[in-house]
């Protein structure tokens, strides 16, 4: 018996530029963000030249797999392969932001109160280093403010933060019902919640854009103002890029979706593209509790 034909046949692709290109964009991506951090000169060219080869990569790579799709090219094997891509890369983005709640924990747990005094460590920390220093949380006053003046206050929780909160779940809730119309063939209707989806999204990057300048202008919290500084603005920051990925990812699905490329039985992108929006939801949920309310 041939065991080639208990399997589902799985659709090689032609030899591809695209992932050179995208080493390209991102060489340059990189040497930029180097430049950039010693002041040099070239560093916006630099990134803006990364920036664009990436985009074009993107764009090329992913029209050639929405060409392979429409074609009839992929199996339900290679339908698994990409479901299986997806979960380890959502597993790999979960990694991600666990390693900088790491940083937010060590530091309020540990660091902190270990300059404070606390934890046994009074003579080597505390009275030897920084006598006044007064351990809290969160941190508006440095071990040395001379050099790092701490923020004069902090986000409250219920204003913006609280809004923001309510958009991503509601946000949820539209994609969902999205999908549900998808699979009942209802094009329309499944448009309109992806585009509500999509005013969410960019409702949220409103209100984080607003959030940002009140607390530079106002309440002094830059990068330079300390860990929780920098701990906010790495958590929040790289939270509201993932959030714009969605919203642009969201953008090419409700294009796909009024073109008609989705069925019932084929439409892993919009799944695909569903479960990072939920994703990026959890995570939000994560910061409002750890980052704004305790």
Known sequence: MNHQNQHDPYYV???SYWPLIGCLGLLFLSIGIVQWLHGGLQAFYLLITGGLILLFMFFGWFHDVVKESMAGCYSAQMTKTFRLGMLWFIFSEIWFFGAFFGALFYARVFSVPMLGGIHGFRTSTHDFLYPKFIAQWPLLENPTPALFPGPTGVIEAFGLPAINTLILLLSGVTITIAHHTLLKKQT????IFLLLT??????????????????????????RSGIYASTFYLLTGFHGLHVTLGTIMLSCILLRTMFGHFEKENHFAFEATAWYWHFVDVVW????IFVYCL
């Open 285 to 288: 949920l994560f910061l409002f």
């Open 198 to 223: 999509i005013l969410l999204g960019c409702i949220f990057l409103g209100c984080q854009i607003v959030e940002y300048g009140h607390a530079y202008e106002h309440l002094k919290l830059t990068m």
């Open 13 to 15: 692709p032609h030899h």
């Open 188 to 191: 329309v209707r499944t448009s």
